[in-house]
């Protein structure tokens, strides 16, 4: 069973970057879908983009054309490159790795985007 654990986290100023990292043990992180999570305070959790095991990606429209998700199976991690950052993009941002029943989620990062 793989373990995810995220970071990368932090407060950034509206117009800003961030980048996220999650990184994987336990399992052969290579033939895992990965994603990227998030859950606002009094929101309900959503998806914000995945990359597959081949590495296809496919983004939530409210991130399309400012975040990029990639992963590096050498060094069994996936990262979210976060530009041009919100104040609606704040958020526990949560990892996730899915192959058919197995499914873990790590303890998320907090990003807060305000001036």
């Known amino acids: 069973q793989v373990q995810v654990v995220e970071s990368g986290g932090g407060l950034v100023q509206p117009g800003g970057s961030l980048r996220l990292s999650c990184a994987a043990s336990?399992?052969?992180?290579?033939?895992?879908?990965m994603g990227w999570y998030r859950q606002a305070p009094g929101k309900q959790r959503e998806l914000v983009a995945t990359?597959?095991?081949?590495?296809?990606?496919n983004y939530a429209d409210s991130v399309k054309g400012r975040f990029t998700i990639s992963r590096d199976n050498a060094k069994n991690t996936v990262y979210l490159q976060m530009n041009s950052l919100k104040p609606e993009d704040t958020a526990v941002y949560y990892c996730?790795?899915?192959?058919?029943?197995?499914?873990?989620w790590g303890q998320g990062t907090l990003v807060t985007v305000s001036s």
């Open positions: 990359i597959t095991s081949g590495g296809s990606t």
């Open positions: 996730n790795a899915r192959r058919g029943p197995l499914d873990a």
């Open positions: 336990g399992s052969i992180f290579s033939i895992y879908a």
